[in-house]
T-cell receptor, first 116, second 117 residues
Framework: AQTVTQSQPEMSVQEAETVTLSCTYD???????LFWYKQPPSRQMILVIR??????QNATENRFSVNFQKAAKSFSLKISDSQLGDAAMYFC?????????????FGAGTILRVKS | KAGVTQTPRYLIKTRGQQVTLSCSPI?????VSWYQQTPGQGLQFLFE?????QRNKGNFPGRFSGRQFSNSRSEMNVSTLELGDSALYLC?????WGLGLSSYEQYFGPGTRLTVT
């Protein structure tokens, strides 16, 4: 079974600084998808960034970028120029296509605090 | 495009009762997945429906069931509620078919907070 591990329960960053959240996963598949979701105090899950495993180029969405290391099964999220609105719980998630549909396997999450 | 909607947003039920939660997906999305979020267990997959058929199921007891209608709206039912069923129930929709990432990106609703007393 696939597992996703986020080893940092909590992180802090100063406003305007850069922070990196770690995620590792375990799978025997070669084609899969990886996602980072943000869950602010409102509890609404927001899709931040996505990555296809067969694409070597790291995904980027504005201030958010990933460092995808397929061989190491690592998928870290970098947030540049951190803003107060970035404070939230961040979840790393794994999914893949299959005859049994798709489901997201989530890590335990990392709480990100942004200091002004 | 309107996002995923869930009703009700909050529910308080008593042990032994049953409850039905509703989810309306993004227009054009045919897959609806349900997740349970608790402080202890985190986010766990309950089941996925696609074109009115359950396509995937998580490791939950039979008290948890669901269905999907022809307009892709989905309902989730929990019978004989237990205290441990208190959780945030999240629904997510995706296209659910075809190849490529865009077919499988899941977009979440605001959730239903269920409290069992």
């Amino acid at each position: 079974a696939q597992t996703v591990t986020q080893s940092q329960p909590e992180m802090s960053v100063q406003e305007a600084e850069t922070v990196t959240l770690s995620c590792t996963y375990d799978t025997s598949e070669s084609d899969y998808y990886l996602f980072w979701y943000k869950q602010p105090p409102s509890r609404q899950m927001i899709l931040v960034i996505r990555q296809e495993a067969y694409k070597q180029q790291n995904a980027t969405e504005n201030r958010f970028s990933v460092n995808f290391q397929k061989a190491a099964k690592s998928f870290s999220l970098k947030i540049s120029d951190s803003q107060l609105g970035d404070a939230a719980m961040y979840f790393c998630a794994y999914s893949r296509e299959g005859e049994y549909g798709n489901k997201l396997v989530f890590g335990a999450g990392t709480i990100l605090r942004v200091k002004s | 495009k309107a996002g995923v909607t869930q009703t009700p947003r909050y529910l308080i039920k008593t042990r032994g009762q049953q409850v039905t939660l509703s989810c309306s997906p993004i227009s054009g999305h045919r897959s609806v997945s349900w997740y349970q979020q608790t402080p202890g267990q985190g986010l766990q997959f309950l089941f996925e429906y696609f074109s009115e058929t359950q396509r995937n199921k998580g490791n939950f007891p039979g008290r948890f069931s669901g269905r999907q209608f022809s307009n892709s709206r989905s309902e989730m039912n929990v019978s004989t509620l237990e205290l441990g069923d208190s959780a945030l129930y999240l629904c997510a929709s995706s296209l659910g078919w075809g190849l490529g990432l865009s077919s499988y990106e899941q977009y979440f609703g605001p959730g239903t907070r269920l409290t069992v007393t």
